[in-house]
């Protein structure tokens, strides 16, 4: 479908030729219409599928077509993150390039004179407003921000603000608005807390939902099985042997980035850290000299998993295995771009193999086991029973405990503790040294 079977105004739709946008992404075909009926709206739906566009567009056309006053805030857009505040606000501006409809991105991390603009474009009035939700209360709390008078309320990547820990950030700005708002939630994962919140928030919404779509055929997908220890390692040599040149390397916690980007910098290797512990502008920074080649290697926990467009990425590594497919599809998508081929290789260390499975299940594929060089020794092997720890073809005890009986120190149900205590005259604590081994 193209967009002027769906949109009238032609000013947008000048904007959108000149954008070189014509055809419309399956979100936005089902979207759009809802929206522009004034319906709540429940999107289902990933990264890269053209969800911006599938709220911003009717939204700007309302806009322009009704009568909504000028002087007032008239639709906000929450984001996780400063970065795709930002690059919603870019497509905003993009969008209405020929309307008379203004926007303002609203995110932390900024010096006195940003926060002073902000001040006073709240108080004048934009008419879309995008906004993370700790900055956006902030400048409520100072009592200057009317927010009577919004009616869209839109929330991008909900799953993520949520996991990000905003749940009542954003029920407090909700408080805030108006009740016969139009409210549109766009999520990439449908968990409980989003099915709470989106019944606490939507009436009687148009739902859509698109199935996660597998990642692209261009990605050439490897994985290696090896022990926690071996991680760092091997990722050095391979890093030795092919020089990066630009590499997002994902991990599971800010500890593991920090320590991570310490290590590769010992290397002498140009290296970015991306986290949420860094101030706005050190994350900025990292990005532009990251696009501009001044960096090779970018560490990152999922903070740039997703929303955020960079050219060129030639290899993602997952230095730890996601918990979800959907995180891995969104951090491997960061590669084979516009067409181009890329690489993702996913390390899974012996506590990991059940949860690549299921990303193998969810793929409909296994990913090719590259082989682990002699020099890191023995390796957990990947075969179809994850409690067999084996090595090298040498199978390793395992022992099991039962549940109510597992505290540390009393040996669990090891065999060489059914023994008669009062025969042996011993204590369960004489046991500490039996260990469960880890598979």
């Known amino acids: 479908m193209k967009f002027e079977d769906i949109l009238t105004n032609d000013d947008l739709l000048d904007a959108l030729y000149d954008m070189h946008f014509d055809e419309c992404t399956p979100i936005q075909e089902m979207a759009i219409p809802p929206v522009l009926e004034g319906r709540d709206l429940l999107a289902v739906a990933q990264t890269g599928t053209g969800k911006t566009a599938a709220y911003l567009l009717p939204v700007i056309e309302r806009l322009v077509n ?3 006053p000028q002087d007032h805030v008239n639709c906000v857009v929450m984001a996780p993150t400063r970065e795709l505040a930002q690059q919603i606000d870019r497509q905003m501006q993009g969008f209405a390039y020929f309307m008379p409809v203004s926007s303002m991105a609203i995110y932390g991390g900024t010096d006195g004179n940003t926060y002073e603009q902000q001040r006073k474009g709240l108080k004048m009035g934009a008419d879309v407003v ?3 939700p700790g900055r956006l209360l902030a400048h409520l709390s100072m009592g200057y921000v009317d927010l009577s008078k ?19 950030d954003i029920m407090q700005i909700v408080g805030h608005l108006p009740k016969n708002r139009q409210t549109l939630l766009f999520s990439a994962t449908m968990p409980p807390k989003i099915q709470q919140m989106a019944s606490q928030i939507l009436t009687n919404p148009a739902e859509v939902k698109l199935a996660v779509s597998r990642p692209a055929d261009k990605i050439k997908q490897r994985a290696i099985v090896c022990y926690e220890a071996q991680k760092l390692p091997i990722l050095e040599k391979m890093f030795k042997e092919n020089p990066p040149e630009k590499v997002i390397v994902f991990s599971s916690s800010k500890l593991k980035v920090k320590e991570l980007a310490k290590s ?7 290296v970015g850290e991306m986290h949420s512990d860094l101030d706005q502008k050190v994350r900025e920074d990292v ?17 740039i998993s997703r929303g955020i467009d960079i050219d060129n990425i030639e290899t993602v590594i997952n230095y730890d295995v996601p ?13 084979a771009r516009a ?21 193998e299940k969810f793929l409909r594929k296994e990913v090719e086991k590259l082989p682990v060089p002699e020099e890191f020794g023995a390796v957990p092997t990947y075969d179809d029973n994850c409690r067999d720890a084996k090595e090298n073809g040498k199978s390793k005890r395992r022992y099991s405990r039962v549940k109510g009986n597992n505290k540390k120190g009393n040996g669990g149900n090891h065999p060489r503790n059914n023994r008669n205590k009062s025969q042996n005259n011993r204590k369960v604590s004489d046991n500490k040294g039996v260990q469960h081994q880890n598979g």
């Open 66 to 68: 009704d009568n909504y």
């Open 130 to 132: 995008i906004a993370t």
């Open 150 to 168: 919004v009616s869209f309320f839109i929330l991008d990547e909900a799953d993520r603000m949520l996991d990000m820990g905003f749940f009542d």
């Open 264 to 270: 590769l910098r010992r290397q002498k290797i140009k």
């Open 287 to 303: 990005m532009l000299d990251f696009k501009a080649g001044k960096i090779k290697v970018v560490v990152a926990t999922d903070i």
């Open 323 to 335: 918990h979800e497919a959907e995180d891995y599809v969104h951090r491997i998508g960061r590669t």
């Open 339 to 359: 067409d181009r081929e890329g690489s993702a290789y996913t390390f899974i260390s012996e506590r990991e193999r059940r949860h690549f499975r299921m990303i």
